[in-house]
């Protein structure tokens, strides 16, 4: 063994023997007699918080419709909000705003839609056994996959 600044020192090795064996020898202290209770009033004090600092689940059921019919009332009087201080807004910037990403997102779903038609298309145009069979040369090479992986486990792993 080296000390900490990488000498070695040839009593270090006795020294550690004999602490190990003086610290072995010592019987084996008890818990204070208080402690027991003392945990089981922690875990009581734990247990004992308010039903409103706990998991929701955990509320009473009043409680939860409360705040669930609550929480819908603020959306609502938030979404009021809005739509009463657009009222003032002129239309068309709002309309070109709002038009500008719905063309975008009608030309991706016709063009998701035309893929699908293609895939249908080839679908139909193929042969059910080539289907079949591609199928099942995938699932081979899957089950080889996960039989590798296991022996590659085992070898590597489980064999140390």
């Known amino acids: 063994m080296n000390d900490p600044l990488g ?34 009033a922690a875990i009581a004090r734990r247990e004992a918080v308010p039903w409103w600092r706990s998991s929701f689940l955990h509320w009473p ?26 009222q003032e807004v002129r239309p068309q910037p709002l309309i070109g705003a709002v038009a500008s990403p719905l063309t975008w997102a009608e030309r991706t779903t016709d063009s998701l839609w035309h893929i699908v038609d293609l895939s249908q298309a080839v679908l139909q145009a193929v042969p059910s056994s080539w289907i079949y069979g591609v199928v099942a040369v995938a699932a081979t090479l899957y089950i080889a996959l996960i039989a590798l992986g296991a022996t590659a486990y085992r070898t590597l792993y489980l064999s140390k």
Do not use: H
């Open 61 to 86: 059921l009043l409680a939860r419709v409360a705040f669930l019919l609550m929480s819908a009332g603020i959306v609502k009087l938030a979404l009021s909000g809005v739509v009463w201080l657009t």
């Open 7 to 40: 000498t070695p020192d040839p009593n270090r090795e006795p020294l550690e023997r004999l602490i190990e064996q003086v610290l072995r020898e010592q019987p084996p202290r008890r818990a204070p007699r208080t402690l027991e209770s003392r945990v089981m």
